[in-house]
């Protein structure tokens, strides 16, 4: 059993930043795959960023290229999410997300993982 906690969401004007982060109980965690997701209200649950067990491979969304960077450190069993330039449209509920199942590694894909976190809320004023 995995359970997954994320915090550090808020309110923040466009423009700003944010850093979500997600610890994660287990004592294998540097072998899960991680991912942030994030739905908006009306609309499907996204994914946002992924990063495998080896902070080698990321995969990122192209809504959040270029802003937003995944990091893990697994000494903390923890994965973040730094988030940078942000806009209006990123206001979401944002969701960890960890693969223990291990398997061919497909990040971006909402099946891929088995453990869900509760969410936290991210709101980006105008």
Same mark, same amino acid.
Do not use: H
């Given at each position: 059993?995995?359970?997954?906690?994320? @915090?550090?969401?808020?309110?923040?004007?466009?423009?700003? =930043?944010?850093?979500? @982060?997600?610890?994660?109980?287990?004592?294998?965690? =540097?072998?899960?795959?991680?991912?942030?997701?994030? &739905?908006?209200?009306?609309?499907?649950?996204?994914?946002?960023?992924?990063?495998?067990?080896?902070?080698?491979?990321?995969?990122?969304?192209?809504?959040?290229? !270029?802003?937003?960077?995944?990091s893990r450190d697994?000494?903390?069993?923890?994965?973040?999410? &730094?988030? =940078?330039?942000?806009?209006?449209?990123? /206001?979401?509920?944002?969701?960890?997300?960890?693969? =223990?199942?291990g398997g061919y590694?497909?990040?971006?894909?909402?099946?891929?993982y088995d453990y869900? !976190?509760?969410?936290?809320?991210? /709101?980006?004023?105008?």
């Amino acid at each position: 059993q995995v359970q997954l906690e994320e @915090s550090g969401g808020g309110l923040v004007q466009a423009g700003g =930043s944010l850093r979500l @982060s997600c610890a994660a109980s287990g004592r294998t965690f =540097s072998s899960y795959a991680m991912g942030w997701f994030r &739905q908006a209200p009306g609309k499907e649950r996204e994914v946002v960023a992924g990063i495998g067990w080896s902070t080698g491979r990321t995969y990122y969304a192209d809504s959040v290229k !270029g802003r937003f960077t995944i990091s893990r450190d697994n000494a903390k069993n923890t994965v973040y999410l &730094q988030m =940078s330039s942000l806009k209006p449209e990123d /206001t979401a509920v944002y969701y960890c997300a960890a693969n =223990s199942r291990g398997g061919y590694m497909v990040l971006e894909r909402l099946a891929y993982y088995d453990y869900w !976190g509760q969410g936290t809320q991210v /709101t980006v004023s105008s």
